[in-house]
């Protein structure tokens, strides 16, 4: 388990809070504001930040990441650059952990040891490997145990209770629930459906339960922070920079991030009374 | 003889060099529904009812066996060894694809699945897909990256005559890679009631081993043919590779007669170096795309390039995990043939022969017309013919510069490496 995912749920969990996780793709829509972009999402109330490898064929992704993507790659963005910026966080940043979400080509064209190592090294706390299911990742699963890394797994609506079990056994971090059939920014979440799956997940699943994919705003948020133990929010976040000048992106990521920060805490401490 | 058992369960071709290809490399929401084809191709593959109803279809809705033909005339001005061409152009449809479309098609009836959706490169397999899919009244959606449409119209045209719906992909490259891409993601947001058609020997488990399967009816006729036509084996068996299913169909019962060389040709493009080509196998090196491990042209970063060729069916980063295990374990062997290579054999072909073959097929023939002086007259080459070329005349007639465009519909429309077609004049 590694140290600061593990410390950010277990506060959160002492003061009845949920985790609000951001989704960007590093190097967009500029490589060299991500690092700023970062801090701004943590000042706006950010637990911890998922951060994309750009990859040219992102599959599991809808148009708003994918187009993400192509931004950071026309700038050469590679994952050695990516390293960097957490590198570059770090300095400043020693406490919110950092997430890489992405495909496995990069990281085997990097070689997965050296990837684990340098990973580490650079101060990332999960990963989460879109296209590696529990069965195809066996080896890189442990090298990324033994460097202290989590690997981070999805959920979805078709995932049989063997599944969520097969899952369950080896998921670090936590687990994060796909709340929809479809790639990311897609169509409307059913919230309900929602409460029904979280608690049999919480049956084959030791760590904590994010949901994403759908949350947009506030109320969807509140919603499902009512049954998971996170939030993760990605489409709707790059959608709002990719509108704002040049300049203004970690000032734009900071206010979403304390738009919905907000209605959170309320609604948790609401709960909790 | 060879003893040839793959992939094993779990999809895997392999070990070989520490490592396997093949593979499930999907999203978790993807996963339900391969463990569901998986089990259901399982129950059906050596189902009799199933398989009858399979040879059925393709003798009598397809039009097999199809022949083997002794390519005499282009045999003799090249003085050398025999050609002969297995004639997956004359299916029904047009090419080798609606074998694997059918066998698909069936095991979506039998899985109650009513939508189908397919990707396509030259338009060969969105053309099988829709044809069978008219034929057993399923819905039918075709992904095709809009420069292949550019490429490709008669096709499309077919596609849509055919009641199909033809949605173009503008991300990427526009071409075969981003249609998958674009056929993952409808199928990851639709997987309830929609199967998905992969139209080659690649893709996460079980597509690779499924479609060779239904493929390899073209390999199976071969192997009968070939004693009653030469009395014995060829010496080599040679068909070209894209995603490689036409290749795998004919090489795999090949694979245990250890006699008879395998020869997949790719697209080589602008040449092998240039740097524009779809030679995943000879310049390309083993990653994960599409649910597979597999050669893959890609860059430092492990981004995948974007790829050229003359043929649409061809163009396509990566290649059937299956063919990189048999380049690996040295089973078969992997050349390269460049656009104006195959634009030779495709106008030889037509001269010597009265057959106009596929892009895609030229390649394989190009390969073959350069073996065949080299070796003797009593040597046999076995081409795989694998579809018929009326879809790329377009192509050929630009790059040949001859206008024999007449239609509003195609003014001023031109085709990928080569020239712009005239604007007609008013």
Known sequence: ?273 | MLDYQQPDARGHFGPVNGSYFGGTFVAETLIHALDELKATYARYQHDAEFQREFRHELAHFVGRPSPVYHAARLSRELGGAQIHLKREDLNHTGAHKVNNTIGQALLAKRMGKPRIIAETGAGQHGVATATICARYGLECVVYMGSEDIKRQSPNVYRMKLLGATVVPVDSGSKTLKDALNEALRDWVTNVENTYYIIGTVAGPAPYPAMVRDFQSVIGEECLTQMPTQIGRQPDAVLACVGGGSNAMGIFYPYIPHEGTRLIGVEAAGEGLDSGKHSASLTRGTPGVLHGNRTYLLQDRNGQITETHSISAGLDYPGVGPEHAYLKDIGRAEYVGITDTEALEAFHRLCRTEGIIPALESSHAVAHAMKMAPTMRPDQHLLVNLSGRGDKDIGTVADLSNADFYCRPSCRGQSVKGGVSVVEMKS
């Not at chain 1, 959920?155 to 479809?182: C, D, F, N």
């Not at chain 1, 059913?190 to 029904?196: I, L, N």
């Not at chain 1, 133990?229 to 206010?255: F, H």
């Open chain 1, 1 to 273: 388990m590694n140290v600061r995912i593990a410390a950010v749920f277990e506060t959160l969990k002492a003061q009845g809070r949920q985790a609000l996780i951001p989704y960007v793709t590093a190097g967009d829509p500029s490589p060299a504001a991500t690092v700023d972009i970062l801090h701004g999402l943590v000042a706006g109330g950010a637990d911890i930040l998922e951060l994309g490898v750009p990859f040219s064929d992102p599959m599991a992704d809808g148009p708003v990441i994918q187009k993400a993507s192509e931004r950071a790659l026309a700038q050469g963005v590679g994952l050695d650059d990516v390293l960097g910026m957490v590198r570059d966080f770090r300095r400043d940043d020693a406490r919110t952990p950092v997430v890489l979400m992405g495909y496995a080509n990069p990281v085997e064209c990097y070689g997965v040891e050296a990837f684990a190592r340098d990973a580490a090294a650079a101060g990332v706390d999960g990963v989460l490997i879109v296209d590696y299911p529990p069965e195809e990742c066996e080896g890189f699963a442990a090298l990324l145990k033994a460097a202290g890394l989590d690997l981070i797994f999805l959920l979805a609506p078709t995932s049989t209770e063997a599944r969520m079990a097969t899952v369950g056994r080896i998921a670090g971090g936590y687990v994060y629930y796909v709340s929809l059939k479809g790639v990311t920014g897609a169509g409307h979440l059913d919230t309900d459906e929602v409460a029904r799956v979280i608690p049999r997940i919480r049956q084959h699943v030791q760590v904590p339960v994010g949901v994403g994919f759908g949350i947009r705003d506030a109320t969807s948020a509140v919603a499902v922070a009512g049954v998971s133990d996170a939030v993760v929010i990605g489409s709707k976040l790059i959608q709002l920079m990719e509108a704002a000048p040049a300049g203004t992106w970690a000032t734009v990521a900071r206010d979403f991030m304390a738009s919905i920060r907000g209605p959170l805490d309320a609604a948790s401490a609401a709960r909790r009374l």
